[in-house]
């Protein structure tokens, strides 16, 4: 009986010590602090883009200076609309009883990214839609989109911003602005193509919308967020990125009930092996 009480004892401490050492950190795999972070959001201000029918983005000064306690302080207040700047789609803005932003899983928002180059085709028409093809022309030089990733579209038109005119292709505001609105977008087909064949995270773009800027009835919008996939739309320059090999985390002001709201996403670069 001792014999086999030891015996167990033996193995109890063997497989307690073989679950330490599964837990153990890896010190060879990258992490945020060995990888380069590039900043993919466009800073908010006076001109920020916002759609032809929004009100601009304010930061309204309240208090700045010397209080009569004798100590400096400063307060602003903002105004702004849910969908201006670098920001995110929640499903709830084109899906009834999809998720509002603060209910969009943290995991959806975090994780490895791809960059697809679609510049060429955009600079040679502004009113291109990304077919399924481009993603696999894309494949057929990387490989696979793996299932799970954060795929973002690199239209080149990030470097247009803030100048509305290059950017949206029109200064126009209200109904007649977005009657003239010309900007590369995803075409549907494609849209449906990501989530069902490659089952991806989230998506995101350098333009005003994921829908291309002629679209009337917003089908990629449609595809993508009744599937509950957020959508990043006006992200900052995505040529600094590889085409593979870094992670996106996408971050959104976290307001409850919200269809949208301002993002400031970032991409660690995984360091060269």
């Known amino acids: ?9 033996v193995l109890s401490l063997l497989l307690m010590s073989a679950g330490c050492n599964v837990s153990q950190p890896r010190l060879d795999r990258p992490t945020l602090e060995h990888s380069r972070l590039i900043d993919l959001t466009h800073a908010f201000g006076a001109d920020t883009i916002v759609w032809p029918t929004e009100h ?34 929640a499903p709830i803005h084109f899906a009834k009883g999809g998720q509002k932003l603060d209910q969009i899983p943290l995991d959806n928002l975090v994780g490895a990214g791809v960059r697809i180059d679609v510049s060429e085709q955009c600079a040679r028409d502004r009113n291109y839609r990304i077919t399924i093809q481009d993603f696999e022309r894309w494949e057929a030089t990387h490989g696979r989109i793996p299932d799970r990733m954060i795929v973002l579209l690199d239209t080149g038109f990030a470097r247009f911003w803030p100048s509305r005119q290059e950017y949206l292709g029109t200064t126009l505001r209200g109904p007649e602005g977005v009657q003239a609105l010309h900007f590369p977008g995803v075409h549907p087909e494609a849209a449906t193509w990501l989530v069902r064949e490659r089952r991806i995270k989230a998506v995101g773009i350098d333009t005003a919308s994921i829908d291309y800027g002629q679209s009337t009835h917003f089908e990629t919008h449609i595809a993508l967020l009744s599937r509950n996939i957020p959508v990043f739309e006006n992200l900052a320059d995505l040529r600094a990125l590889p085409d593979l090999g870094f992670e996106v985390i996408a971050l959104p002001m976290k307001i409850a009930g919200g269809t949208g709201g301002p993002l400031r996403v970032i991409a660690a670069v995984y360091p060269r092996q």
């Not at 209080?67 to 602003?76: C, E, K, L, Q, R």
């Not at 207040?77 to 969908?83: D, F, I, K, P, Y």
């Open 1 to 9: 009986m001792a014999k086999q009480l030891m015996n167990g004892l």
């Open 56 to 89: 601009d983005f304010r930061l309204v000064v309240q208090q700045e200076g010397e209080t009569p306690s004798g100590y400096y302080y400063a307060s602003n207040r903002l105004e702004m609309a849910e969908h201006g700047g670098t920001h995110i789609d």
